[in-house]
């Protein structure tokens, strides 16, 4: 016994220095790679829509011989549109993977923030939601464009059209909506715009009727509306069955079929904000364009449809990872997060540029406002100028 003694302690040693598991710093294995998202729940229409982005990102990596000589794999959870559940698959996998992607619904991201960031797990959030990354927090970074951006965007829209008042209605009980409405608050006295009626609601009601007769009430030359899911649509509807003249302006997580194909003629004439890549084919031909049609045309062979805004999201955050890790050489998770932290990349939400003082890494200039045109998402003219000005820029 004393004999085998030795060469068991050689081998201990040599499987920790090879990582010890499959998705570790070393070893021949797979790289495993954790996502989590909403696969069943409320918020399961954006869940799903990131998984299969992320999927089309990992076949494609694969395809070209993985990362650093090994393959890419995905260790899927679900967090059941719901923060505890979130929280529950983090720890499942925890222990396999080298970095996190997700979770799509914020609340959920927020509660998975503080365990990644304790675990010094690098973790791409797919959530837009602010409190995320201010203040920073070194292992988190978030990929969608935040809500202040958003609602800065819209400002920015806002003002060129002329209008002085708005009317504001957010979603109390999410994180991206709350977020969304503070930073609309603070910023519309830069853009000369007032907030004439400010409107809270619960992610739960299914009555807006309310809503829409304050606004009609109010000099509120505009209604822009902060909400995911199910109320998208609800209050869409209700708007138009309403006679309501004001104009209704949806925020990108009304951006995917998800959206129109309820909404159906009704959504026509609607403005509705996107990441950059939902309307790639309306962009000048450069870079941008060529890594939105790297995802959205095998996507849209592959599904039937063109990737919605959630898909940008995933497919984006898995660009910046394998990116970060080619970087680092090496799935060790520091070393990937000090490369996420120097990240100058192009992809379909636009370019992003990471820095130890920004781990939102994009600017609203990647962010488009449309209007809905024989069921498609179009920019508006100042959107087309503005977007072929941030391209042409961006090179």
Known sequence: MRRLLPSLVCLVLAVAACGGSPG????????????IVSLTGNYTPLGSEDKKAVELAV??????????????????????TAPDQ????????????????????????????????????????LAPAQEQVEPIKSYIFVTPALSSMYAERYLQYIQAQGIKTIAVAWDSKSAYSVSGHKSMVALAPKYNVQI??????????????????HVRDSSAEALVFWGSGAPGVTAAKQYVASGLKTPLFLT????????????????????VQ???????DH?????????????A???????????????????????????????????????????????????????????????????????????????????????????????????
């Open 59 to 80: 076949e494609q990596v694969n395809a070209q011989g993985g990362l650093l000589g090994r393959k890419v794999e995905l260790v899927t959870r679900d967090d059941k």
């Open 24 to 35: 570790g710093s070393g070893g021949e294995g797979p790289i495993k790679v954790g996502l």
């Open 252 to 271: 990108a997580s009304q951006a995917s079929k998800l959206w129109l194909e309820p909404m159906g003629k009704d959504a026509e004439g609607m403005t």
């Open 274 to 280: 996107s990441a950059i890549g939902v309307v790639g």
């Open 297 to 395: 045309k095998p996507y849209q062979q592959k599904h039937g449809y063109p990737p919605p805004q959630f898909a940008q999201d995933g497919y984006s955050a898995s660009l910046l990872l394998f990116e970060a890790i080619r970087k680092a050489n090496s799935t060790d998770k520091t070393k990937i997060q000090q490369a996420l932290e120097s990240m100058d990349l192009i992809t379909p939400n636009g370019r992003f540029r990471y820095s130890p003082t920004d781990h939102s890494g994009l600017s609203p200039e990647f962010i488009s406002v449309n209007t809905v045109k024989n069921g498609q998402f179009v920019p508006t003219d100042w959107a087309k100028e503005q977007l072929t000005k941030t391209v042409n820029a961006a090179g």
């Open 283 to 295: 962009l000048p031909d450069g870079k941008q364009k060529q890594i939105i049609d790297q995802m």
């Open 196 to 213: 004439t009626v400010d409107e809270p609601y619960e992610t739960t009601n299914s009555d807006f009727s309310a809503m829409f007769q």
């Open 86 to 125: 979130g929280i529950v698959a983090y720890n499942q996998i925890k222990g396999e993977i080298v970095a996190l992607i997700g979770p799509v619904f914020s609340n959920s991201a927020l509660a998975v923030e503080p365990l990644a960031q304790r675990d010094k797990m690098p973790y791409l959030s």
